[in-house]
């Protein structure tokens, strides 16, 4: 079979002589639109000393051209016929059979870029799990649901605007690139798909995570409110008051900046 791995005929070849079935829990949509495979590779700006982690490789569309551009290239896929495929058509990437959830990100090397066509079902804890580890990566350039990608990208008062956005966006500079129509995927989902890159800022204070999920703990409660589900009523009206923060305020209302230093006046509190 001579077709690229975004062809549709090459994609039906290759799970018929291999008994494979598209395994919807593992939100497997293929992609099958070449242009958006070159332009997703363009936004890493890859040189050959490059190392790639490719995360949900599937059937190979992104890693048969990443492969021809970087010298590392290591992939993890939970689908464990898939990751065999992989292997053995290429033996120069390094598989990685497994949930990504479950795998440390400081195994990865220093400085590596991060790419993938993530499944639907868990991109928001992929996004988390990546940013809350301590791992140093150069960039993320990750496909996903657009209503998650408009979540990541949506600036404070907006409907949009959850733990999600304040963390990534706290942790990171977020380029929302461009949207992808479902009709790119095979199968094709109910949903349209977007493509962010995530740069991360020099420093990622951890501690504030907590403090950002607590604010956000009932969507519709005052932070005051919200943050009692967590912390004692004490400490929470002490550090409203050191932060400079109307208790009757909502959580969405907060800038970045706002939660920041709210994160230093819970700790202080
Ligand atoms: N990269 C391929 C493409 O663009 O055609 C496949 C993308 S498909 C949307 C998502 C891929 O992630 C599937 O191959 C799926 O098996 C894999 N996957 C799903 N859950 C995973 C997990 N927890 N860890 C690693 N891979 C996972």
Not at 5 to 12: E, G, L
Not at 231 to 252: F, I, N, W
């Amino acid at each position: 079979m001579n077709y690229d791995r975004t062809s549709p005929a090459w994609i039906k070849a290759k799970m018929d002589i291999k008994d494979l079935r598209f395994q919807k829990q593992w939100g497997q949509n293929f992609l099958i639109d070449g242009n958006v495979v070159e332009n997703i590779l363009s936004a890493l700006d890859l040189t050959p000393e490059d190392t790639v982690v490719e995360i949900g490789p599937g059937l190979g569309a992104l890693s048969e051209r990443l492969i021809e551009r970087v010298e590392h290239l290591v992939a993890v896929e939970i689908d464990r016929q898939l990751a065999h495929e992989l292997a053995r058509d290429f033996p120069r990437i390094e598989v990685i059979t497994g949930d990504i959830l479950k795998v440390d990100p400081t195994v990865f090397p220093r400085g590596a870029k991060v790419v993938g066509n993530l499944p639907y079902y868990i991109t928001s804890a992929i996004i988390m799990h990546l940013l809350e580890s301590a791992w140093d990566f150069d960039r993320l350039v990750i496909m996903m649901q657009k209503e998650v990608a408009e979540r990541i990208s949506a600036s404070p008062g907006s409907k949009d605007y959850g733990v999600l956005s304040v963390i990534t966006q706290l942790y990171c500079e977020v380029d929302y690139l461009f949207s992808v129509s479902r009709s790119c995927y095979m199968p094709s989902p109910k949903v349209d798909s977007a493509v962010v890159r995530l740069w991360p800022k020099p420093e990622r204070d951890r501690s504030i995570v907590p403090v950002v999920k607590a604010a956000f703990s009932s969507r519709r409660k005052t932070i005051q409110n919200s943050l009692r589900n967590v912390y004692s009523p004490d400490k929470v009206s002490r550090a409203l008051q050191r932060a400079g923060l109307e208790p009757t305020r909502r959580a969405e209302t907060l800038s970045l900046g706002e939660f920041r230093q709210l994160a230093e006046a819970i700790d202080e509190a």
